[in-house]
């Protein structure tokens, strides 16, 4: 069975994450959100009542309390243990933790804190990562590195869709004006900017499934042959 190591990075709201869980399934690999981890250490921070936006040390000190790792949960399945307790997906994906999510994910020391939980994630055997930084960074040696895009108002749209993500009564203007505010600050943030590698394939998704892009990634992969 081969092993692959599969980066994928894009803008928020790009559909990293269906694409990249769809690769990891047909690839028998385990599909690893990385943004789940940095909306994770934003939960806990809002949840101990740390002012994000004004505060970086209180967050940066924060960090020493926890214990943040990905478990194997079943064939191809990971989940994410704060504590040594499951972390349940909802609040990750809540209104509150997008709003700051950004905030956190721009201090040096969050980044670096999570640079090796990611890179642990190889040695489960085939990986397809998810993120921002991920074939710039976090796997620069990864042979097959994919960058998605999308319009503004495609992601927009494809955000309003899932449910409980986006805050009562938003429209496709509000989502998109959130969902630029994100990418205007992990665009330009000093550490680890959103960026395409330099070897990696952009694909813009706009009117895609997600199982068409999926298809392409994999028929790239496999195309590719043996890493
Ligand atoms: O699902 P969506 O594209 O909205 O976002 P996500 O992948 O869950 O990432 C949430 C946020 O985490 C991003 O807006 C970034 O601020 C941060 N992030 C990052 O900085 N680096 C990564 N590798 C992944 C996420």
Redesign the pocket.
């Known amino acids: 069975m081969p092993v692959w190591k599969i980066a994928i ?6 559909g ?2 269906t694409v990249a869980r769809l690769v990891a399934t047909r690839l028998g690999g385990f599909y690893v ?7 994770a250490v ?1 939960w806990v921070a809002l949840e101990r009542g740390l002012d994000v936006a004004n505060d970086p040390a209180a967050v940066t000190a924060l960090l020493a309390t926890l214990d943040l790792r990905y478990g194997v949960a079943g064939p191809g399945r990971l989940q994410l243990y704060l504590n040594g307790e499951p972390v349940a997906p909802e609040p ?2 809540s209104a509150a933790v ?1 709003a700051v ?2 905030l ?3 201090l040096p020391a969050v ?1 670096a804190w ?1 640079c090796d939980r ?1 890179r642990d994630c190889c040695a489960l055997g085939t990986v397809v990562m ?5 074939g710039t960074v ?1 796997l620069p040696d990864a042979p097959f590195k994919f960058f998605l895009t999308a319009s503004p108002e495609e992601r927009a749209r494809r ?1 309003l869709a899932q449910p409980g ?1 986006v805050p009562p009564g938003s429209t496709v203007a509000s989502v998109a004006a959130q ?1 630029a505010e ?2 205007r ?2 665009s330009s ?1 000093a550490v ?1 900017p ?1 960026r395409a590698a330099a070897d990696a394939a952009t694909l813009v998704t706009d009117g895609m499934t997600p199982e068409a892009i999926a298809e392409h990634i994999v028929r790239a992969v496999l195309a590719g042959g043996q890493p």
Not at 9 to 14: E, L, R, T
Not at 33 to 39: E, F, K
Request: net charge positive; aromatic share 2%.
């Open positions: 990075d894009g803008p928020a709201a790009s990293k994450s959100s990385t943004g789940d981890l940095y909306r934003s990750l994906r997008a999510v950004s956190v994910a721009r980044r999570l990611q998810e993120g921002r930084d991920i976090i955000r993500e969902i994100r990418d600050i992990d943030r680890a959103l």
